[in-house]
Every structure is written in C-alpha cells, then in structure tokens.
C-alpha cells in the first residue's frame, strides 16, 4: 500500500516522474472517477471522493503502473502494480474534521490562501463528505486476496 508520499515513490521506484503539478497545491475534498475495469477490488463503485494536501504527484506513470481512478487535476490518482501494490494520491486516512483542522493550520504558510479557502468552502459544506470507509475495505479486500 502506498498513500500520498507513498504513492509517489513507489510510482518513482518503478519508472514514473513525480514533481510539482502545474495546476500547484490539491487540497481539500477531491472527487476521483474510477477507470471502468478496476476488477473486483473496486466492484460496485464508480468513483471516490477523499481528502487531498499535495503539490507533488505522480506526472508520468509507470509502464508497469494500472490507473485505476483519476481527476482532471490528477490523472493518476490511483495505481495499481500487478496484484502486488495499491497506491492513492489522496488521504484515506483523513476524515473531514481532520482536513478541515489542516487546511486552517496551513491556510497562508505552505497552502496559498486561495487554495486553502476553496478547500475550507467545500470542506463546510453540509454534504462535506469523504468515502474513507468504502477505500479502508477496497485496500483491505486487495490485501487479503493475496492471502
């Protein structure tokens, strides 16, 4: 499993390119489209919606790498090696209080203003809402298939 910086170098371990995104900081409640053969793994769903705090991702996947879910702002928001490796960009382990907290620590350090105020307007939302739950049992199903 690999999550956020996870993600990342294990894209960078395996051929792929990460650094800063052009479009700058993804924060806040972001909403992933899945490919439509995600296999078993992601059977029932068609998309996710999860935290995101990055400036880095994965910009050129590798050869070896399976896109499983991507956004416009992130095309390879979730990867897949094999039936050995699952990867998201994004922060399962979040939830909207915790991102919410994070987003107003960083709001003018790190996150530029306007970013972090766009994020903190959806994260407030009465709807605001993330599908951790839902991504816990799909990384814990890719775990136990190898059992």
């Known amino acids: ?11 960078e371990a ?10 700058g900081w993804g924060v ?8 439509p053969d995600t296999g078993e793994v992601g059977a029932g769903m068609t998309g996710f919606t999860l935290s995101a705090m990055h400036q880095d991702q994965v910009l050129v996947k ?12 992130c095309p390879f928001a979730a990867l897949q090696y094999d ?28 996150v530029p203003k306007d970013k972090a105020d766009q994020a903190l307007e ?4 009465p709807s605001a809402a993330t599908d951790s739950t839902a991504i816990a049992h799909w990384m814990a199903n890719f775990l136990q298939r190898g059992e």
Do not use: W
């Not at 499993?1 to 894209?11: E, P």
């Not at 395996?14 to 479009?23: E, L, Q, R, S, T």
């Not at 590798?62 to 702002?73: G, I, M, N, R, Y």
């Not at 039936?83 to 790190?110: C, M, N, Y």
């Open 122 to 125: 959806g994260l407030t939302l």
């Open 62 to 73: 590798p050869e070896s790498a399976k896109v499983l879910a991507h956004s416009p702002f």
């Open 28 to 35: 806040g409640l972001h909403r992933y489209e899945l490919v």
């Open 83 to 110: 039936d050995r490796i699952l990867t998201f960009q994004a922060h399962p382990e979040f939830d909207v209080t915790f991102e919410t907290r994070l987003v107003e620590h960083l709001r003018g350090k790190s």
């Open 1 to 11: 499993m690999g999550i956020c910086f996870g993600h990342q170098i294990i894209a």
């Open 14 to 23: 395996f051929g792929g390119n990460v650094n800063k995104d052009p479009g």
